[in-house]
């Protein structure tokens, strides 16, 4: 359904530790980098990216926005989790299940550096 999903900073430097551990984590390959951001994905395939906002004014995150990734098991959801915090991010919902959604409904919640939220989720009985 969705080409490219892009979020802004304002800051690459600072946030540019956190995207890479984070998308290493959930085995997003880089598309290509430069000095102020990133795109992750494949050519053809769906892809993210990250960078200051295209009309040059201040990039903001959204109120009831967040992207969520597909996660291959619910260790790489806690991986994307620890790693999220470790590298700059803040906790928006721990690791769990949310039965609401479905019975093996497995994921987490993050805010980057910049305030996006974000969720890597397994769907996954056995994950």
């Known amino acids: 359904m969705f080409s490219h999903v892009t979020l802004g900073t304002n800051d690459w430097q600072r946030a540019r530790p956190f995207w ?3 998308m290493s984590v959930l085995g997003h390959p880089i598309l ?3 000095e102020q951001g990133i795109a992750f994905g494949e ?8 960078g200051p906002a295209f009309d040059g004014l201040e990039a ?3 109120n009831g926005t967040h992207v969520a990734f597909h996660a291959k098991s619910r260790a ?3 991986a994307f989790h620890a790693t999220a915090l470790q590298h700059g991010g803040t906790d928006e919902g721990a690791p769990g ?3 609401h ?3 093996h409904y497995y994921g987490a919640y993050v805010r980057d550096p910049d ?3 974000l969720q890597a989720v397994c769907h996954s009985k056995h994950g």
């Open 60 to 62: 903001t995150h959204g």
């Open 101 to 103: 959604y479905h019975p």
């Open 43 to 50: 050519a053809t395939g769906p892809k993210i990216f990250i």
């Open 20 to 22: 890479h551990a984070v």
């Open 97 to 99: 299940l949310r039965p």
């Open 76 to 78: 790489t959801v806690d």
């Open 32 to 34: 290509f980098e430069h």
């Open 115 to 117: 305030g996006n939220k």
